[in-house]
C-alpha cells in the first residue's frame, strides 16, 4: 500500500501547452473511438436512417421525382451524403451530454490536461464515424444504381466536402451537448434542426419546386451550397465558384462554432 | 488552526442564481489530516468540493490548495489533487484498466509510469482480476473503487472525495473506509464530504458541519461529541401514541422523538435513566431502554436546530 499511497511521488510531465493539447487530443479521441466500438448498436442505428432514406427516395418516392436529363438516383445521392454527415453531426451532441451526465466531463476538467483538447477529441471521433458511415453510403449507393459522372477525383473531392462540412456541423453541436445533462434530450433538441437543415435544401429535390419564400430560406443555407458544389463534382459541369461557396460556409461555420464552443466550455465553471 | 493548513477556505460565497449555496464559508484542513464536511442535501458540500477541484468558480472569497489559489492558479491546483465527485466518472465501455490509463495520461504520467501505476491500484484495489472487463460490468462497489484510483494515479498529495460511499453497500463501504485510512496515513490531505455522521466519525480528524452555506461548527469528533453531553438515553414505545405521550411528559429534557422512539440528549450516565423512568411514573411503560454514547448524528441535529431558530449561526472559525 504505501507506494500507492505516498502522494507526489509519481513522476509527472510539464510539456508545453501545444504538445499537451496534440497528446490529450490523441487520448480523447482514441477513448471515444474504442467507446464507440464496444457500442456498435449506436453506429447501426446511425446507418439505418440514411439507409432508410436512400431506399424511400430511390424506390417510394424517386418515381414521382423528375429531374430533366439524369436519373433520378444520381441526383439523390449527394443530398444523401450531405443528410448523413448532417446528422452523424448530432452524436457529437449525444456524446458529449453522455459525458456530462456520467461526471466524466467534470473529472476531465479538474485534471491538468488541455481544454481543447475534450472538444477536439469528441469532434475527431466523430468525424472517424461520419467517414465510416459515409463510405458505407457510398457503398450503398452504388448498389442501387448510383454513377458517378465526373471522374473519380472529383469524387473524391466531394466527400472531401461532405466531411468537411460534418466536421464544421459537429462544433456546432458541442453547445448543445455542453448545455444538456440527459443525451436523449441532445437528441430530442437537435432532430428539429437536421429536419430544417436537410429538408429545407436542394438534398432531395430542386430548389425551383418550392414556393418562393421557402427558396429564399432553402437557398442561402449551408446544406444547399454543399449539395450544390457536390452534384457537378458528381455529375459533372461546372464546379469552381460552388465548391467555393461551400468551403466558405464550412470554414466560416468552423471558425465561429470553435469560438463559441470554447466559450461555452470556460463558462461551464461560472 | 494547523500551522500550515494544505486546504484554506476564506469566506466562500457563491450563488446560483438567487439560490444561495455558499454564505462565507472558511475553514483550514492541516497537512497530513481528514476533514469531514458534513451537512445537509443542499447545505453546499458539493459546491465546496467543486470549487477547490476548480471545476466551479466562487464569486467571493478565496479558496487555496498547497498555496495555489484555485482560480488563478487552477492549472497548478490540478497537478495537486485528486478528485472524485458524487457519481463514478470512467467510462462504461472502456475496462478498467483503459480508464485508469487515460486519467494516468491525461494526469501527465508518461506512458510507462502510467502503466506501472494502474497495476499497481488494481490489485491495491482488489481490481486486477476484473482489469479487463469493461467497467459496464461492474458492480457499484467496483466503480466506485475504480472511480477512487483514478482520482490517485498521479499520487496526489491532496485528495477531495464528494461522498465516497453514498450508495454502497456495507462491505463496500468498509472497503472505501480501509483505503482511505491507508491514504492517509500514507501522508494525503483529504476533505471528504459525507451525509453519514458514522462516516465522518470514522474517518475523519476534523470536522466541518455546514447548513446553508455557512459554518456551524468545527472540531474533532471527539469535541463535538462532548457537547451534546456524555450519553444519549433512548427509548422505545410499543406505539407512537405512547410516544407521544412520554414525550409530553419529559418535555423538560428536551427529548426528540422518530416514530415510537424517544432520544433524550445531554444527560449524563446511569443517573439519566433513573431520571427519566422516574419522570414517565405513571405514564407509558416503554419496551427497551438504552444508554448510547452520543454520535455525531445527535450533534447534528442539536447544532442545526439551534442554528435554524437563532440568527446568527456562529459562522466564525
Not at chain 1, 437528441?187 to 435544401?201: E, K, N, R
Not at chain 2, 458540500?45 to 477547490?52: G, L, P, Q, R, Y
Not at chain 2, 457519481?87 to 487515460?102: C, I, K, Q, S
Amino acid at each position: 500500500m504505501t507506494s500507492v499511497a505516498k502522494p507526489g511521488t509519481a513522476r509527472t510531465e510539464r510539456p508545453g501547452w501545444l504538445w499537451m493539447a496534440v497528446t490529450d487530443t490523441v487520448d480523447v479521441t482514441w477513448r471515444n473511438l474504442l467507446s464507440m466500438a464496444r457500442t456498435p448498436q449506436v453506429l447501426l442505428f446511425s446507418l439505418i436512417q440514411p439507409v432508410l432514406f436512400v431506399l424511400l427516395f430511390r424506390y417510394a418516392f424517386g418515381g414521382a421525382i423528375k429531374i430533366p436529363g439524369i436519373p433520378y438516383i444520381d441526383y439523390l445521392m449527394p443530398g444523401i451524403f450531405a443528410q448523413t454527415v448532417a446528422f452523424g453531426a448530432l452524436g457529437t451532441a449525444v456524446g458529449l451530454s453522455t459525458d456530462v451526465r456520467s461526471g466524466l466531463l467534470e473529472r476531465f476538467r479538474t485534471l491538468p490536461m488541455s481544454r481543447l483538447a475534450i472538444l477536439a477529441g469528441r469532434t475527431f471521433a466523430d468525424l472517424a464515424r461520419n467517414l465510416v458511415v459515409l463510405l458505407f453510403m457510398v457503398g450503398m449507393g452504388f448498389a442501387v444504381g448510383f454513377r458517378i459522372h465526373a471522374g473519380v477525383p472529383a469524387f473524391l473531392g466531394a466527400l472531401g466536402l461532405v466531411v468537411l462540412f460534418g466536421y464544421a456541423l459537429s462544433w456546432a453541436f458541442v453547445s448543445l451537448g455542453l448545455r444538456l445533462s440527459n443525451p436523449e434530450a441532445a437528441q430530442a433538441a437537435g432532430v428539429p434542426i437536421m429536419f430544417l437543415l436537410v429538408f429545407a435544401s436542394s438534398a432531395f429535390v430542386p430548389l425551383s419546386t418550392m414556393p418562393g419564400w421557402l427558396q429564399t430560406v432553402a437557398g442561402h443555407q449551408p446544406l444547399t451550397a454543399l449539395v450544390a458544389a457536390l452534384r457537378p463534382l458528381v455529375l459533372g459541369g461546372p464546379t469552381a465558384s460552388y465548391v467555393l461557396v461551400s468551403l466558405a460556409w464550412s470554414g466560416g461555420m468552423l471558425v465561429v462554432f470553435v469560438a463559441l464552443a470554447l466559450r461555452q466550455y470556460q463558462s461551464l465553471n461560472r | 488552526m494547523a500551522d500550515n493548513p494544505v486546504i484554506v477556505a476564506r469566506g466562500l460565497q457563491k450563488k446560483y442564481g438567487s439560490t444561495v449555496a455558499l454564505d462565507g464559508l472558511s475553514f483550514d484542513v492541516p497537512a497530513g489530516s481528514v476533514t469531514g464536511l458534513l451537512g445537509p442535501n443542499g447545505s453546499g458540500k458539493t459546491t465546496t468540493v467543486a470549487i477547490f477541484s476548480t471545476s466551479l468558480r466562487p464569486q467571493g472569497g478565496e479558496a487555496t490548495v498547497c498555496g495555489f489559489d484555485v482560480v488563478s492558479q487552477a492549472a497548478e491546483v490540478r497537478r495537486q489533487i485528486g478528485f472524485a465527485g458524487q457519481f463514478a466518472a470512467v467510462d462504461p465501455n472502456l475496462t478498467g484498466r483503459e480508464n485508469l490509463r487515460l486519467i494516468g495520461r491525461l494526469s501527465r504520467l508518461s506512458r510507462p509510469t502510467a502503466r506501472q501505476r494502474c497495476d499497481e491500484l488494481l490489485e491495491v484495489f482488489g481490481l486486477t482480476a476484473a482489469a479487463g472487463r469493461t467497467v459496464r460490468t461492474y458492480s457499484g462497489g467496483m466503480r466506485r473503487r475504480l472511480d477512487i484510483a483514478a482520482a490517485l494515479v498521479h499520487q496526489p498529495p491532496v485528495l477531495f472525495l464528494d461522498e465516497p460511499t453514498t450508495g454502497l453497500d456495507p462491505e463496500s463501504r468498509r472497503q472505501v473506509w480501509q483505503m482511505v485510512g491507508d491514504l492517509v496515513r500514507g501522508g494525503s490531505t483529504m476533505l471528504l464530504t459525507t451525509q453519514y455522521l458514522e462516516e465522518a466519525d470514522a474517518l475523519a480528524d476534523q470536522v466541518v458541519i455546514i447548513d446553508r452555506g455557512r459554518l456551524i461548527e468545527q472540531g474533532t469528533p471527539h469535541a463535538l461529541r462532548q457537547r451534546v453531553g456524555t450519553a444519549v438515553v433512548r427509548l422505545t414505545f410499543g406505539d407512537e401514541n405512547s410516544a407521544v405521550k412520554a414525550e409530553r411528559m419529559l418535555a423538560g429534557s428536551s427529548p426528540e422523538r422518530h416514530g415510537a422512539t424517544l432520544q433524550i440528549p445531554g444527560a449524563e450516565g446511569s443517573s439519566a435513566v433513573v431520571r427519566v423512568i422516574r419522570a414517565l411514573d405513571g405514564g407509558p411503560d416503554p419496551v427497551a431502554v438504552e444508554i448510547r454514547e452520543p454520535t455525531l448524528d445527535d450533534v447534528f441535529l442539536s447544532l442545526t436546530s439551534k442554528a435554524l431558530i437563532g440568527k446568527s449561526a456562529g459562522g466564525a472559525t
